[in-house]
């Protein structure tokens, strides 16, 4: 009905609008019943009065800068009249209520549709704001102990082009599974680039996530190298306490930039952070996500725990939920098979996450074998990193090596000193001796 707003004459005048409204009121001036009009035409009168009132307690109640009205009332004068209107809308006719209400709804749901631009605020964003800021003060460390049965995956997930590695924002996302939150990262070369493209390549990655149904916040950085500007990103990015504790990223195959990489992933370890680098088999990608393999023991201990709480959370995805979680642990003497599965089940009672232990006697094959055999039919491999060192890069390509033709794998890096790792650190150690 644009046409209806086009302006006429010095003043720009609606004349075709105000006609329009003048026939409507004379039609329903000639309808003679004005008993049948009035009480829906009070409903939207009192309906527009309650919004306002409404709309006043709100920003007065949370002090937003842009509120200045001309007179000041207390928010919960404003509070009392928009209830007020309600229960008077109710006393003259609920049925008219009821129809009020269901009109406005619809125009409210029409407009948000059609994404108008307006120049006035959103209260929703003030409080939306107000809970973000009892929140984070809320979770900051310094009035409150961390609790390890409360952690939650915060993931920083270094995609770059969300197109060509869309496998780790699936991972991340069933991973979460509306439990945590989801950062989808990129850094990219800023020798030709402003924050104007910056903003532009933001807009285009929301709107592709948009059109995925995955909900993520999303940072783009420029650095002159790319590695370091994610060392930067994930020392710096978060608000308060609430920082990304996962680093998940893609694994890298260049030789030309495997010692940058490495000391990248060093870096993230020595501030705290989980890594999760994915190594994604494109032919069968996550396969049926029925079966999903945890390698215990293969590298430091915290790492186990980790991995046993990923599969858990991945498990809780809609598309893993009829998966099961093999926890495999190799032995080189059939009479530590009975010991070392009464430990993990051990383990896994206290934990209460549901697994199936598979114990193997090497008989002589080495870790390499055994993992290429009884994987291979997997749909997703956990398997532990080292503690990054000056020897590192070798273990690296010595893991790569490990998983060369397996289904997609997931190589796990605990943060030194994890929250989560205390919860079975006993249960662990005594596998680990078997």
Request: proline share 3%; charged share 20%.
């Amino acid at each position: 009905m644009r046409f209806l707003g086009k302006g006429s004459g010095a003043n720009e005048e609606p004349r075709l609008g105000t006609a329009t409204t003048l026939a409507i009121v004379v039609a329903a001036v000639y309808i003679g019943d004005l008993n049948r009009i009035a009480p829906v035409l009070t409903m939207f009168f009192l309906t527009t009065y309650m919004v306002l009132n409404l709309s006043a307690a709100i920003e007065s109640f949370l002090r937003s800068p842009s509120f200045r009205p001309k007179f000041k009332v207390h928010w919960s004068l404003s509070l009392v009249g928009a209830v007020g209107c309600l229960a008077v809308m109710f006393l003259i006719n609920a049925v008219a209520t009821i129809m009020a209400a269901i009109i406005s709804l619809g125009l409210f749901f029409w407009l948000q549709r059609r994404e108008l631009e307006v120049s006035w605020g959103d209260v929703r964003r003030g409080l939306w704001m107000a809970l973000l800021r009892i929140g984070v003060y809320q979770l900051n460390p310094t009035f409150r102990e961390q609790d390890p049965k409360n952690w939650r995956p915060h993931i920083l997930v270094l995609s770059g082009a969300p197109t060509k590695r869309w496998s780790l924002i699936e991972l991340a996302n069933s991973l979460i599974h509306e439990r945590g939150l989801i950062t989808v990262s990129s850094v990219v070369k800023s020798d030709s680039r402003d924050l104007v493209q910056q903003e532009q390549i933001e807009w285009r990655i929301r709107k592709y996530l948009d059109k995925k149904g995955v909900q993520a916040l999303v940072r783009v950085v420029m650095a002159n190298d790319v590695f370091a500007g994610v060392q930067d990103l994930v020392k710096i990015y978060g608000l308060g306490s609430i920082v990304p504790n996962t680093i998940l990223m893609g694994y890298s195959q260049s030789l030309k930039h495997r010692s940058s990489y490495c000391k990248m992933i060093a870096q993230i370890h020595q501030a705290k952070r989980n890594v999760v680098i994915f190594r994604d088999n494109r032919q069968r990608g996550f396969g049926k996500r029925r079966r999903i393999d945890i390698w215990w023991g293969e590298s430091m201990q915290a790492n186990g725990d980790l991995m046993l709480l990923l599969a858990d959370l991945l498990r809780n995805d809609l598309r893993w939920r009829e998966a099961n979680i093999y926890i495999k642990l190799v032995v080189h003497h059939q009479n530590a098979v009975l010991p070392t599965r009464d430990n993990l089940n051990q383990l896994l009672t206290q934990s209460r996450i549901s697994a199936i232990p598979q114990i193997i006697v090497a008989d002589g094959r080495s870790f390499d074998r055994v993992l290429q055999e009884t994987s291979r039919n997997a749909d997703i491999i956990f398997l532990g990193m080292a503690t990054p060192d000056k020897h590192f890069p070798q273990h690296y390509e010595r893991l790569q090596r490990k998983v060369d033709g397996l289904p997609s794998t997931a190589f796990v890096l605990a943060a030194p000193n994890s929250s989560f790792v205390a919860m079975f650190r006993d249960f662990g150690e005594n596998i680990s001796e078997t």
